[in-house]
């Protein structure tokens, strides 16, 4: 009977495909099953690929293609890359967000910008600058630079831009160390300081403050005019939550780029982006799951890029909190975690070990002293605060894999010197709320990238009594007056003693706990040319082209 | 589980002496005929006894939650049958125990809507006029609500802990409950017994908890069983979305989904766990569509 | 029949201010807020608290609530408090990607939901109908986030036969539609397999095959006819659930879908877009069900007869 042969048919393709999927994974593994622990080390040793070691710790595994050009070479007309993050908004001066801020740096240029490969920072639309007295800076800007909407890029949009940045959310922080921008000439502006800032130039470099159209403003509506920029790509269509589409720019004032379209799409789920690198439906995956870098690595027509990340995964202690305003409670906290098994556990071995509140990519970063895994000592300390059958608390982490994973991990740990841990995973608005200066937490899951616009930043946003992001609620004299000298000391001596003495006093503190450096893994087309080390999270993405065959 | 087996033998008993309590023996042989609803129930009672033995023979703090770094990702072997997590867990042990999470938040979550909808269908079928209009419409409201949504935004407002997720997930089929109740109470709330006891001076209440319910349990017994299976799912996507049981209880659901990001070299990690949602949800929805055809007299043979 | 659809589509808009008060309450319940989301690690205190003052934030609930229902009344969704783009604007152009999939859903739930109940019903209490009632509640029973990925790594990974990702082309809704298909098939199977047990007994199909005519042809022509108005009032309703419900399946396979535009936008705290979408999914799936309601009526005119009383 046909029903019978039907459902056989059915049943037949059913159990194929629940064997195919129990198959699938001892089949792909084959190669890798003999390794239980770390990949990297796999990943080095079983891959006959060259292995090139780039400066500051960046790894590539794979080769990009070479390629020959001439004026006949035809460019690939768009290029897809699919961050972990969704790209929100085009308000450049409130956006806060990591994969916007790589598009700003698409769209729009900044006065001064910060050179990733060689650490200094390099010219923008600014083509020259001198600092004339602790607090007047000049600088004399690029002529012939145009915007998006035809007009020409002059002093007055400096002043535009730094004038209506003091009131915007997010670029606020950067420019109010700005008293006044004083237009010299057409082409040459100075920026009056309120006080010494040392690190205004780093502030100039970020994504908040690239130079807005003062044109688009005064002629089309807020949220039209905020597209408009001088950068190599132009804003062409957005598809919240699907895609962004930038187009080239022809006039812009380096030439135009290679590429005709770029195109960043959301791709939320870590293994569906890897796999859709694998299968040629974009050209850039960013952050594929740690576990499966090696199918990147292994693959001839892909290229790894591990790239130490600005980002220092850490855990806060509040010190508002019974029983963390203790000392020597943090102290044996601090004493009872592994970062090796945590690392291991977490990134699959792809991040390194921190043990300073800075990060090393700062000129000023020193080796600390920092209290080393040592559960003996950390149970003795905590008899010695009095609690010695440890206590229970709570744990507060995002709901991110990342930040889950470190709480579970902590929480494991903490229950070896007898803190019983349970784990709050909220999602990022409720975490936020929840962290927030004054807040109640005990312990939280945090990251900190602020390394990127000066040591001040970096080190008065979680520190300083009134730091934007002071979850831990430290309110230390002592502390806020070295950031505060820090920043307005002139001798370069000087403010490096002052940092080192503040690093090793943070750490004694132990109420931010370093735990990593993370890694931004990057997997691409071997064809891809051009990709350049991100600033911070922020991808530098102008130059990539691939040609076509 | 336990409710049928009582309902098999003092039905049998029963029938043994009296050949009374025909409806409820008559039920038991209807279900029994059917081949699938006897599998689930021989699944899902091997399923209960094993959670309440692992329950005596496991031990929560060192073979459940402990993270044995040196044995991570181990596959399948004879020291670890099913492997070992990211963390160095045995799955097998971490799914036997993690069977009272997964069973709880679905038997919890839907006595929660149970509670609320059946008493509200209840209501709304006895009554009759504005009360029912008022609460039938506000069923609609609710329902129109898409169930995973409504459980999201009852998690992110109250916390995620294990209670929240039951309720939340258990909220969301209110308004299923309070239609199959109130449908089930409008075909028996005219009879003549309720009449008889309406005469006798019986309260609203007492009708309507007394007479009413216990002949309209039919219907809702089966909505029961299969919105259990449904539970267990919903708490699982809800895990997806990061808003599960927290860890390191080692819920099914968040099992699962803990290990989507392994699944490409590791899939026993996940291969396991969802094997064990597969089995139990489906178990249960063969016994409830079980339960359905043997109570359902316009299907009689 | 006029009537009825006006007090239907009249019976929406208190349905509509109810579903709206609830939505906007509940996303105001959870802790944080869309400040909380855009300031980052960037904004101090006092600029947060600013930008709560300006963005109307702190003002009491009944206060926001009412000024959202004035722009409502006048058929203004709003801004989305995050990306500040027009509700409605970002909601039409989520719909068409969200309409593909609910429909291909539908109809793979359809076309294995009633070959499978037809199986069932009728050899009731076969093997056949324990087979197929295992079969069709398979699809029920696995999260569709395990069953979405592991499609992808099988035929687009390995395979290659069908795009991992997006909305282009008819060919990348195959995969999504069976992740959605497969957990709607059960309940599709179920319906058509009690109302075909029921239908198979009446007395004109003993009639029918009293007269000769081939069993086949019978379940086909006759049975299947009479058994098709509840398929489709459930496949009806999946289809509207499917519209704001397939967020699992939206998220493995980075589906444009309405589903994820909630999810996110709840995790933004951003309730004008949380509201105006929920709002605008319902009434979709309210025209959607009365609809197929309406087209029962031209087809049966029992049915018919009923709406006109």
């Known amino acids: 009977m046909n029903n019978k042969k039907a459902l056989a048919l059915i049943l037949c393709i059913c159990l194929t495909f629940v064997f195919l999927a129990g198959c699938s994974g001892s089949q792909s593994t084959g190669a890798g099953s003999t390794s239980t622990g770390s990949d990297t080390n796999n990943l080095e040793t079983s891959s006959e690929k060259p292995v090139t070691e780039i400066k500051k710790g960046v790894i590539v595994t794979g080769k990009a293609v070479d390629v020959k050009e001439d004026e006949n070479t035809v460019y690939q007309k768009r290029i897809t890359i699919a961050p972990a993050l969704d790209f929100t908004s085009m308000d450049v001066q409130n956006e806060a967000g990591g994969t916007a801020k790589s598009v700003f740096f698409l769209v729009f240029n900044n006065l001064v910008e910060y050179d990733t490969m060689n650490s200094k920072i390099v010219s923008g639309l600014a083509e020259s600058w001198e600092q004339i007295s602790d607090t007047l800076w000049e600088f004399k800007l690029r002529q012939g630079v145009k915007f998006h909407d035809g007009s020409d890029f002059t002093a007055k949009d400096v002043k535009f831009t730094i004038e209506r940045g003091k009131n915007q959310s997010a670029a606020k922080s950067k420019f109010n160390t700005i008293e006044e921008v004083i237009i010299v000439d057409d082409y040459t502006v100075q920026l009056k300081l309120t006080a010494p800032d040392n690190d205004i130039i780093y502030k100039l470099c970020e994504a908040n403050t690239v130079m807005l159209s003062s044109n688009a403003f005064a002629t089309l509506p807020e949220e039209e005019a905020n597209k408009i920029g001088t950068g190599p790509y132009k804003y062409n269509e957005w598809v919240q939550g699907d895609y962004l589409s930038l187009i080239r720019f022809d006039d812009y004032w380096e030439g135009a780029k290679k590429t005709e379209e770029i195109v960043i799409r959301h791709i939320p789920e870590a293994s569906s982006r890897l796999i859709a690198l694998q299968t040629g439906e974009i050209e850039i995956c960013i952050d594929p799951p740690a576990v499966d870098l090696h199918y990147v690595a292994e693959d001839k027509n892909l290229v790894l890029w591990q790239i130490p990340s600005t980002n220092i995964r850490h855990i806060i202690l509040n010190l508002n909190v019974e029983p963390f305003n203790n000392k020597l409670v943090r102290q044996a906290v601090a004493h009872a975690i592994n970062r090796e098994d945590l690392i291991a556990i977490v990134y699959e071995g792809n991040a390194t070990p921190h043990y300073n509140v800075m990060h090393t990519i700062s000129e000023f970063y020193v080796d600390v002293d920092c209290p080393e895994f040592n559960p003996e000592k950390a149970k003795a300390l905590l008899a010695e605060a009095g609690y010695p059958n440890g206590f229970k608390t709570t744990i507060y982490s995002s709901s991110g894999t990342v930040q889950k994973a470190v709480a579970s991990v902590i929480q494991a740990q903490l229950k070896e010197i007898g803190i019983d841990v349970e784990i709050q995973s909220l999602e990022t608005a409720t975490f936020n709320a929840g962290v927030a200066p004054g807040g109640t937490y005990p312990i939280a899951v945090d990251g900190w990238g602020g390394h990127t616009i000066g040591p001040d930043n970096a080190l008065r946003s979680p520190f300083h009594s009134d730091g934007n992001i002071n979850r831990s609620n430290i309110k230390d004299k002592k502390v806020d007056e070295m950031i505060d000298a820090a920043l307005s000391t002139s001798n370069y001596e000087e403010r490096a003693k002052i940092y080192a003495e503040l690093q090793q006093y943070l750490i004694n503190n132990c109420n931010w706990i370093p735990l990593a450096i993370e890694q931004i893994n990057v997997g691409m087309k071997a064809e891809l040319q051009g990709f350049e080390l991100p600033l911070g999270l922020h991808h530098h993405l102008r130059n990539i082209y691939i040609v076509e065959k | 589980m336990d409710k049928t087996n009582v309902v098999t033998k003092s039905s049998v008993a029963a029938s043994r002496k009296y050949k009374k309590n025909s409806q409820l023996y008559e039920i038991w042989r209807n279900f029994r005929k059917n081949k699938g609803a006897v599998l689930g129930l021989t699944v899902l009672s091997i399923i209960i006894i094993t959670s309440i033995i692992a329950n005596f023979v496991i031990d929560y703090e060192t073979q459940i939650i402990r993270q044995v770094v040196p044995e991570r990702l181990q596959r399948p072997s004879w020291k670890h049958p099913f492997g070992t997590d990211q963390y160095g867990r045995d799955i097998l042990l971490r799914i036997l125990y993690g069977s009272r999470y997964s069973l709880s938040v679905g038997i919890v979550a839907v006595m929660v809507s149970l509670a609320i909808g059946g008493v509200m269908g209840v209501i709304a079928g006895y009554m009759g006029g504005i009360i029912e209009n008022i609460i039938m419409r506000s069923c609609d409201v609710f329902a129109s609500i898409p169930a995973l949504l409504l459980a999201i935004c009852i998690t992110t407002a109250f916390g995620a802990n294990t209670l929240i997720l039951m309720i939340s997930v258990g909220v969301a089929s209110v308004p299923a409950f309070a239609r199959v109740a109130r449908a089930a109470v409008m075909t028996v709330r005219d009879n003549e017994y309720i009449e008889a006891a309406r005469a006798a001076g019986a309260t609203r209440m007492r009708i309507m908890f007394t007479h009413i319910l216990p002949n309209c349990m039919a219907p809702i017994m089966v909505q029961t069983t299969m919105r259990v299976g449904s539970a267990i799912i919903t708490a699982s996507s809800l895990s997806f979305l990061g808003l599960g049981v927290p860890p390191p209880a080692p819920e099914w659901g968040s099992m699962l989904s803990e290990g989507r990001s392994f699944i490409r070299d590791y899939s026993y990690m996940t291969m396991f766990p969802g094997l064990a949602i597969v089995i139990t949800v489906l178990a249960i929805n063969l016994i409830g569509d079980g339960l359905r055809d043997a109570m359902d007299p316009k299907l009689k043979r | ?309």
């Not at chain 3, 009633?114 to 076969?126: M, R």
């Not at chain 3, 992808?152 to 069976?178: D, H, Q, R, T, Y």
């Not at chain 3, 199977?189 to 109302?195: F, G």
């Not at chain 3, 004109?204 to 005519?213: D, F, I």
């Open chain 3, 1 to 309: 029949m006029y009537k009825y659809i006006i007090k239907r589509l009249l019976l929406l808009i208190p349905i509509m201010l109810a579903v709206s008060f609830i939505v906007f309450f509940i996303t105001d319940l959870a802790p944080g807020d869309v400040v909380d989301i855009i300031s980052g690690t960037e904004m101090s205190v006092e600029d947060k608290e600013k930008l709560r003052e300006e963005m109307g934030l702190n003002d009491p609930f009944v206060i926001r609530y009412f000024r959202y229902m004035s722009g409502l009344v006048r058929g203004d969704l709003g801004i989305s408090l995050v990306t500040k783009k027009d509700v409605f604007q970002v909601y039409i152009s989520r719909l068409p990607a969200t309409l593909k999939l609910a429909t291909a859903g539908t109809v793979v739930a359809l076309s294995i939901a009633i070959p499978l109940g037809i199986t069932a019903a009728v050899h009731q209490n076969s093997w056949r109908d324990s087979g197929s009632m295992v079969l069709g509640l398979l699809g029920l029973s696995i999260p569709t986030f395990w069953l979405g990925l592991l499609m992808i790594i099988i035929f687009s990974l390995k395979l290659g036969w069908f795009p991992s990702i997006g909305n282009e082309g008819l060919i990348s809704v195959v995969l999504p539609a069976i992740t959605v298909g497969s957990g709607q098939a059960a309940l599709t199977m179920r319906t058509t397999r009690s109302s075909m047990l029921e239908v198979i007994r009446q007395d004109y199909l003993r009639t029918a095959r009293a007269k000769g005519v081939s069993e086949k042809v019978v379940i086909r022509k006759h049975a299947l006819k009479n058994a098709l108005i509840p398929i489709l009032t459930v496949a009806g309703n999946q289809f509207g659930i499917a519209m704001g419900g397939a967020v699992m399946t939206e998220t493995v396979f980075a589906w444009p879908g309405i589903g994820r535009l909630i999810i996110d936008s709840i995790n933004n705290r951003d309730t004008q877009m949380v509201t105006g979408a929920i709002i605008l999914t319902t009434m979709l799936s309210s025209v959607v069900i009365l609809l197929i309601d309406i087209a029962y009526a031209f087809v049966d005119p029992r049915i018919k007869a009923r709406y006109t009383k």
